[in-house]
């Protein structure tokens, strides 16, 4: 099974528990999300109508954290740690994942440098064994380690929760990538007539080399034959020749 199908599944199972419990319960839920190893996209479930309750009470700042691991990263925890819940290892280990994967969205290339900063390590052991250990075997990147350039080259990422504003951008982004397909389309289809034009051309030209070539050997040969059937008088033919017109 692959991960985008264990995604749909982890997610409709935790939609419906949100959608099941009120109030304080639903804090369980949204830990367990959050902490679930194989669950990397939480906007379904932050839109579950029953969270709506938290808003304006003590636990709202929860509705915060699903929103974090929705659209943040670990630097983004760091920078509102104070006004939310601390997290469990197996949250900042999640969190650690998306920044990877928010990372990869932009990026293909990924220094280790730039990766140690958001990431809070302190050293390439450490990094690679993450990236490896808890993105490349999990499923969720798919790249390879060049410890000579000192970077992840990344192949493939799980694409995170689309970020609020995201869509408009996404759409635009799209429509200039059909326009521009739209354009190389027709580009590509005057060219094959143009080249559809200069075979139907250069056929007509070869008839008509080879017409006249046809035509060159008939007149060749109809000399040929005409030099051959002319009679040759021998030097004792013209002179009885001669002598009959003097008499």
Known sequence: MDIEQKQAEHIEFFVKQASTQKGASLLNVIVEATSHPHLFAFSE????PNLRELEGTEN??????????SHGTW????S????????VPDQILKLKQ??????????????YDVLMQE??????????????NECMYVGIVRGKLDQLRRCLEVQFAVGR????GQLGSMIQTLSKWLSTSDNLLFSIQEKIKWADTMSELDKKHRKEVEERIEEVKKSLS???LHTVSRPTLSSEGMRRSILDLME
């Open 45 to 48: 479930i932050l839109a579950v």
């Open 60 to 69: 709202s700042v929860y509705l915060g954290l699903l929103g974090l691991f």
């Open 161 to 164: 929760d689309l970020r609020p």
């Open 119 to 132: 990431l809070d390590v302190t050293n390439v052991r450490e990094l690679e064994d993450f990236l490896i």
């Open 75 to 78: 630097n983004d925890y760091k």
């Open 80 to 87: 509102n740690a104070g006004r939310l819940p601390r997290l």
């Open 98 to 111: 998306l920044t990877v994967l928010t990372l990869a969205e932009t990026n293909k290339v990924l220094p």
């Open 222 to 224: 109809l000399k040929k």
